[in-house]
Structure formats: C-alpha cells, structure tokens
C-alpha cells in the first residue's frame, strides 16, 4: 500500500501524455446520454473479458511473457502474471476516475458497488502494450467500449468506443534541472507496461467525462 501511494504521488509530477480522445457512439443508443439529467452519481464497473494484447488473446499474451521473463530470471515471469492481474483492480481504475473527476467535479460522481439507477462500464477491448526502455519509449494505445446500462436490467442505453488511446508516461518540460530528474524517472516509469497502459486508462476517464458533461449541463 506504501508503494502505491508513493507512485500516486509520483505520477502527479507528471502531464497526461495522452490527447483528449474522440467517443465514437453506437447510433442505436442516446448518444445525447438524455438519461442522465438530474443525476449526479453513477455506479462504475471494469471489464476486462475477451481483451486482445498484442494481437493475441489474453492468457496467450501472459503465457509469452511468463516463458520470456522466467528463462531470464527465474520466478520474474510469475511476478509479471500477478502484477498484471493486480493492476487491473487498482491502477487501472484509479488513473480513470481521478481523469473523470477533474473534468467533472462534483456535477458527476462515480462510485464502484453503487446502487445507482445508471452504471457506466469501461471495458478494455485491445491494448498493444509499447515499449519503456531508459533509451526508448513507445507508447501503449488502447481501444474502449463505454456502455451505459440500467443497473437493474442491465439493458444498455447508451454505447461507444474510445479507438487507439495513447499512454506513456512524461515529465513536464518547463521546470529546468528539476525536470531532468523527472524525466529520467518518468524513463524508469515506463519500464512497467502497467504504467503506461495507465495513462491510456487516463485518456478515457477524460474522454468520457467531458462528453458526459457536455451533455450534463444545467440549462441556464
């Protein structure tokens, strides 16, 4: 826990690499989001079912890197499956609803395990992994489906997709020597696929948030 905290405080020394990203919404559902007048909280779900990574399934993908990691070191390819699996319930939703709550203040809150009349699910439908080196950096992307659906019935209402989310972690350019010891940690930063899968989850939460409230604005 420690860790993690240290790394929260860590990231926040450093700009959202990623664009604000267009949603390209299912024309099926209410692309206006017109459910969402007069709410203010929305329960909040991560899925992870059926991602690709690297062009391969899940489990193939982890398999690879487990073989890879562990004839390198032994024991280091275990450590990569847990880490993997771990993020995805803490990391991973943490860089997206800190995105989201920037933009949307307290106008739109979201909560996990919410009995609110709306949820919001963020699945990651592809991500391509990049690569973090202390001399080269590319960054992961990833693809999103955003569905709002009817907490009771599970129906969607509202569907899209975030196409090729960018994320790599950088250090902000303009504070001088303090920025260059910023920018060689950011470097070790992305040694962690994890991390900038994160930033790719910090596209999205920003994504979402400003359409939601584009749409969630109090007419005057």
């Not at 420690?2 to 926040?12: A, G, P, R």
């Not at 001399?135 to 196409?163: D, S």
Request: glycine fraction near 6%.
């Amino acid at each position: 826990m420690k860790k993690w905290s240290i790394l929260c405080i860590v990231l926040t020394a450093f700009s959202v690499a990623s664009l604000a990203q267009a949603i390209i919404w299912d024309s099926a559902g209410d692309r206006k989001l017109t459910f969402l007048k007069g709410e203010n909280l929305l329960n909040l779900q991560f899925d992870y079912e059926g991602v690709t990574v690297n062009g391969k399934t899940e489990n193939e993908f982890l398999e690879k890197r487990k073989d890879e990691f562990n004839d390198k070191k032994d024991g280091r390819g275990d450590n990569f499956v847990d880490h993997w699996q771990e993020v995805k319930t803490k990391r991973y939703p943490a860089h997206f609803e800190k995105s989201f709550k920037k933009i949307a203040k307290k106008k739109m809150k979201l909560s996990q395990g919410a009995s609110e009349k709306y949820t919001l699910i963020v699945q990651l439908v592809k991500a391509k992994t990049g690569e973090g080196t202390y001399v080269k950096n590319v960054p992961a992307t990833a693809e999103f489906e955003i569905r709002f659906v009817e907490t009771a019935t599970q129906k969607i209402v509202a569907k899209g997709k975030i196409m090729n989310a960018k994320g790599i972690v950088k250090a902000k350019s303009n504070l001088g020597r303090q920025g260059q010891v910023l920018r060689v940690i950011a470097r070790s930063m992305n040694t962690d696929v994890a991390n900038r899968i994160a930033q790719c989850y910090d596209a999205a939460g920003t994504a979402t948030a400003k359409y939601v409230m584009r749409f969630n604005k109090k007419k005057k």
